[in-house]
C-alpha cells in the first residue's frame, strides 16, 4: 500500500509541474516504486538510482572511494553527494537521496545504530538534511524511511515553492 503522504507529495509535485529523482541506497528502489505507483503522477517521476553498493556509489554517482572509507558509505557527507551525483544523471526539480542501515552492517556503531537514516534533498537547488533514527523490522524502517521524506518533502513544497 502506498503511503498516503506519498500519494499527497505526488498530488503536489503533478500540481507545480514539478519532477523528482532519486539515489537511493537504504530503500533499494522502494522510494521511485511508491512514487511512480501513483496514479496519474507517472509524469513526475524521472527515474531512480539505487546505489546500495559501494562501487555503484563510486562508478556511477562519482564518489571518491576516499570519502566512502574516511566517513562510511552510510553518513551524511556521502548522502550530500549522492545528490550532487544524480544531478548529473537524472536531473529533476527534486532530488532526494537517502543511505542508512536498515539492517545490521560493519558499519553500525553506538552512533549509527540500525535504524539511522540520512537524507539528503535539493528542490530547484536550495538543498536540506536530515537524519532520523527508527526502529523495527528492515521493511519497517525503510516504510518509515519513505514517509518521513514524503512529510518533508510536503512541507518543504507548500512552505517555500
Known sequence: MIPKTVIACCHTLLEKGMTISFAESVTAGKLIHD???????????????????????ENLLGISPDIIDKYTAESPEVTQLLVK??????????????TGLAHPVEDESPDKPVGTIFVSGCIKGKT???KFLFEGSPEDIITQTIDAIAVILLDELTKSH
Open 85 to 98: 551525483g544524480l544531478k548529473s544523471l537524472i536531473p529533476a526539480d527534486v532530488m532526494i537521496a537517502v
Open 35 to 57: 512514487f511512480s505507483s501513483v496514479p496519474n503522477c507517472g509524469s513526475i517521476t524521472l527515474g531512480s538510482v539505487v546505489c546500495y553498493d559501494r562501487s555503484v556509489k
Open 128 to 130: 536540506w538534511e536530515t
